[in-house]
């Protein structure tokens, strides 16, 4: 169990370009989930997959986003047309789904977005 | 909908005081209550949950008990040391066991 990976760590990107970030859970839970999470404040829900059925998403997540989990394992959150308010750590975590589980999170991705 | 307050910091303490950190929830259902932990430089670390009222969570020597009366889930610690200086979190997961609601976080200072 290596836990949850998210790869970039950092991403520096200029605004109007587009962005993807990439989550690997641990293997054997089936629950995916994205969060948002700026600077002093707490993580905010972005959306979740079960396996690979997106499941709910946020307002939060506009159109310019869109989260893909293709085979049921990893997932990947694209935004299209950045803009600076998209500067935040986006954290991605896992569950097996059960009402008194905890997640696991990653160590999240640094967007900038100058 | 949903929602999570918890006291605002900083909070800075002197090793070996004693640490709460007030925590109060909004819900329709009857939700599971976590705290969650993030150290410096790292991610967030699940710290300790209770899934119905009167459980009590506790790990690390530190404590939160599930009130439903007063809708609380204060975390507590009875002598902190410098290494719990970290932003601690309260969340929920409602009944359905989907999504965290987290409140804003409260940063804690623990000096020698």
């Known amino acids: 169990d290596t836990g949850v990976s998210q790869d970039p760590r950092h991403k520096i990107t200029k605004r109007g370009q587009n962005v993807t970030f990439r989550c690997d859970p641990i293997?054997?839970?089936?629950?995916l989930y994205w969060y948002r999470q700026t600077l002093g404040q707490g993580p905010e829900f972005l959306t979740y997959?079960?396996?690979?059925?997106?499941?709910?998403k946020s307002r939060l997540l506009s159109d310019r986003f869109s989260a893909e989990r293709p085979k049921g394992s990893f997932s990947t959150l694209e935004i299209q047309r950045t803009e600076q308010g998209d500067s935040a750590m986006y954290l991605c975590?896992?569950?097996?789904?059960?009402?008194?589980?905890?997640?696991?999170f990653g160590s999240g991705t640094r967007l900038t977005v100058v | 909908g949903d929602s999570v307050t918890q006291m605002e910091g900083p909070v800075t303490l002197s090793e070996e005081a004693f640490l709460t950190i007030n925590c109060t929830y909004t819900?329709?259902?009857?939700?599971?209550l976590f705290w969650y932990v993030q150290y410096p430089g790292e991610g967030l670390q699940l710290l300790l949950k209770?899934?119905?009222?009167?459980d009590k969570g506790s790990n690390k020597g530190f404590e939160a008990t599930y009130r439903k009366e007063t809708t609380s889930f204060h975390l507590e610690k009875g002598s902190v040391q410098v290494s719990d200086s970290a932003v601690y979190f309260c969340?929920?997961?409602?009944?359905?066991?989907?999504?965290?609601?987290f409140g804003g976080g409260t940063r804690v200072l623990v000096k020698p």
């Open positions: 997959f079960q396996n690979e059925a997106q499941l709910e």
């Open positions: 819900a329709t259902g009857y939700p599971s």
């Open positions: 209770a899934t119905k009222a009167d």
């Open positions: 969340a929920l997961s409602e009944a359905a066991g989907n999504k965290l609601t």
């Open positions: 975590a896992s569950s097996l789904g059960q009402r008194s589980d905890g997640y696991t």
């Open positions: 293997s054997e839970h089936n629950r």
